[in-house]
């Protein structure tokens, strides 16, 4: 069974024109100093899909991407604790959706970033995913 995931990112940081650009190889997911985040990255399995979310400016669902390497040591840590996976670029969100969308709509109000908006990593249920999907007008 596919998980779904949300990685959030400022885009003058890491947008989601520099992770398409990193291709099928895909990007580390580095930086996250969050044990939730982290423990949440240790549980990805390959081939698990998520959002790819402009926080602070834009505050918007724009991409899909896969983990495509399990979780190991962050690059940019000098401690063990510290552990990313790779992830890469599937899709475009043709239409991006809002969090200001995603807070206003009734099947989306259990969603982990409309009562954790912080968390840098966090789940996503499968209905969840196919809504926002749905909505940003992402083919099947």
């Known amino acids: 069974m596919a998980n779904y995931w949300l990685f959030k990112s400022e885009p003058e940081v890491w ?57 190991h040591k962050d690059s940019t840590s000098d401690v063990d604790t510290w552990e990313c996976v790779d992830i890469r670029a599937v899709a475009d969100v043709p239409r991006h959706v809002t969090l200001d969308e995603i ?15 912080r968390l840098s990593v966090q789940p996503v249920s499968e209905s969840e995913f196919k809504h926002i999907c749905k909505l940003g007008g992402v083919k099947a």
């Not at 930086?31 to 834009?58: C, E, I, P, W």
């Not at 807070?103 to 409309?114: E, G, H, I, N, R």
Request: aromatic content about 10%.
């Open 15 to 71: 947008s989601w024109e520099q992770q398409k650009a990193k291709g099928k190889a895909g990007e580390e997911w580095t930086g996250v100093r969050n044990y939730q985040a982290r423990n949440f990255m240790r549980t990805m399995k390959l081939g698990d899909k998520g959002f790819f979310y402009h926080s602070n400016d834009g505050r918007e669902v724009v991409g899909i991407v896969e983990v495509c390497k399990l979780a």
């Open 103 to 117: 807070k206003a709509d009734p099947k989306l109000k259990d969603m982990v970033l409309v009562n954790n908006s």
